[in-house]
């Protein structure tokens, strides 16, 4: 059990840096391991930050003091203990408690034996009070503010809530132009990368993300890939690219663009159109440019712009597109750690954001049609900004035949459409299209 110390350096220096990223600090740690070590280190991490809620509440029935919170190294050793314990059986029980009484401080060994052995005592009620549906907070680990979200949806049944509660599965482009659909799976199986075909949307569902993801990988998990040809774009993401292939007439300004997998679909999808990627951020910038070269997508001209004073020129789109920054509240699957981060402030914090973000767009191309959309189900981040953006003098263009005919499952809003659970394993997704009056 190699892995149970460095899980647990790993969790300490992410929870004391509330703006970290889990993925960056996990990858960093990735460097010195492989093979085996390297996948039992990352299923540890991930599913800890995908049950904190519920871990949390676990070791708190073991406390004897409630207020007093041990410290935050043997807060993430027993988090990482209870999750191996309670959510895998990879490993006994026996050893799982050793183990942890051995990487423990000296001091804390006692109070962590302790407590896993109480755990294990009792072992039983805490998986059937883990089980009862009648607390979705703790069944799910997912927070009372995105539960009531999803209730607004109509999407917190036992099934939304266990697909939001599962690891992650990637979805891989490539080129339809230089090459089919059968000789892209060909590629893949050579490189022995296991995949789920999805015809509808010309791409490929994997779960060996190891495989198929290198350096080049983007801050919301698409667009890198370590096979050559091919591209990680969610599903969720695709969709937004599948409404801008369909609506703009021959120039697209993609205004928060890296790392580049919705332009890199829609260049591919629509070989006819001049599309403008821009990002703020250099470092994604350069990302967005290895990406577009490496795919010889020539109608993509990358540049630097910031969406909330973009520069002036000859640039004369039809169509722009806002991607923009969120809390990622529908990446939870490969975002585990979000279920318990996002807070009320942040979700207005991004609405505001967002709804500035939109404002300055259509000031600057103020006969453009602009497709908006985040990877967000909180109401502050989608229907609520198009709806403020529509009363500046926009109408929103119907959506939903058009995604449903690629089977994604919709709920419609005044304004936009919400991208829900379903086969297609999509990220949970705002869009909004609107249309000048």
């Known amino acids: 059990m190699n892995f149970l110390r460095p899980a647990v350096e790993v969790l300490v220096d992410y929870r004391r840096r509330p703006q970290a990223n889990l993925r960056l600090v996990l990858t960093r740690a990735l460097r010195d391991y492989r093979g085996d070590d390297r996948n039992a280190l990352t299923r540890a991490v991930y599913g800890v930050a995908r049950k904190q809620i519920a871990l949390e509440r676990v070791i708190g029935l073991f406390l004897k003091d409630k207020e007093r919170r041990p410290p935050l190294p043997t807060q993430a050793l027993?988090?990482?203990?209870?999750?191996?314990?309670?959510y895998s059986d990879s490993y006994p029980d026996y050893a799982v408690v050793n183990e942890a009484v051995g990487v423990a401080a000296k001091k804390e060994k006692p109070f962590v034996n302790a407590v896993l052995r109480q755990l294990l005592r009792r072992r039983r009620e805490v998986e059937e009070r883990l089980r009862d549906g009648r607390d979705p907070v703790l069944a799910y680990s997912i927070s009372p503010l995105l539960l009531d979200a999803l209730?607004?949806?109509?999407?917190?049944?036992?099934?939304?809530?266990?697909?939001?509660?599962?690891?992650?599965?990637f979805h891989l482009r490539f080129h339809p132009g230089r090459q089919t659909l059968e000789a892209a799976r060909r590629e893949l199986e050579a490189a022995a990368v296991p995949c789920r075909v999805?015809?509808?949307?010309?791409?490929?569902?994997?779960?060996?993300?190891?495989?198929?993801?290198?350096?080049?990988?983007?801050?919301?998990?698409?667009?890198?890939?370590?096979?050559?040809?091919?591209?990680?774009?969610?599903?969720?993401?695709?969709?937004?690219?599948?409404?801008?292939?369909?609506?703009?007439?021959?120039?697209?300004?993609?205004?928060?663009?890296?790392?580049?997998?919705?332009?890199?679909?829609?260049?591919?999808?629509?070989?006819d159109l001049r599309i403008f990627a821009s990002d703020i951020s250099l470092p994604r910038l350069r990302l967005l440019k290895q990406n577009i070269g490496r795919?010889?997508?020539?109608?993509?001209?990358?540049?630097?712009?910031?969406?909330?004073?973009?520069?002036?020129?000859?640039?004369?789109?039809?169509?722009?597109?806002?991607?923009?920054?969120?809390?990622?509240?529908?990446?939870?699957?490969?975002?585990?750690?979000?279920k318990a981060k996002i807070t009320a402030e942040a979700a207005r914090a991004g609405g505001e954001l967002q709804g500035?973000?939109?404002?300055?767009?259509?000031?600057?191309?103020?006969?453009?049609?602009?497709?908006?959309?985040?990877?967000?189900?909180?109401?502050?981040?989608?229907?609520?900004?198009?709806a403020r953006a529509a009363a500046t003098g926009y109408r929103p263009a119907p959506l939903a035949p058009l995604l449903a005919r690629y089977g994604f499952r919709i709920k419609q809003e005044k304004h936009g459409v919400y991208l829900l659970p379903c086969d297609l394993n999509n990220d949970l997704f705002y869009i909004s299209l609107l249309e000048p009056r």
């Open 78 to 86: 027993l988090h990482v203990a209870a999750f191996l314990i309670l």
């Open 151 to 169: 209730r607004r949806l109509g999407a917190a049944g036992a099934d939304d809530l266990a697909y939001l509660d599962r690891e992650p599965v």
């Open 198 to 271: 999805l015809p509808g949307l010309g791409c490929f569902e994997t779960v060996a993300a190891g495989l198929i993801l290198g350096e080049a990988r983007g801050d919301d998990g698409d667009a890198g890939s370590g096979l050559g040809s091919f591209y990680v774009q969610n599903s969720g993401s695709q969709a937004v690219a599948f409404v801008a292939a369909a609506k703009a007439a021959r120039e697209v300004c993609d205004a928060a663009a890296a790392p580049g997998g919705k332009s890199m679909t829609l260049a591919c999808l629509r070989p």
């Open 295 to 338: 795919l010889r997508l020539e109608t993509i001209t990358p540049l630097q712009a910031d969406a909330l004073d973009y520069p002036r020129g000859a640039m004369a789109p039809d169509l722009v597109l806002l991607d923009a920054p969120c809390t990622a509240s529908g990446t939870l699957r490969k975002n585990p750690d979000l």
């Open 356 to 386: 500035r973000m939109l404002a300055a767009l259509a000031a600057r191309f103020p006969k453009a049609k602009i497709l908006y959309a985040v990877c967000s189900f909180l109401p502050q981040e989608g229907e609520e900004v198009a």
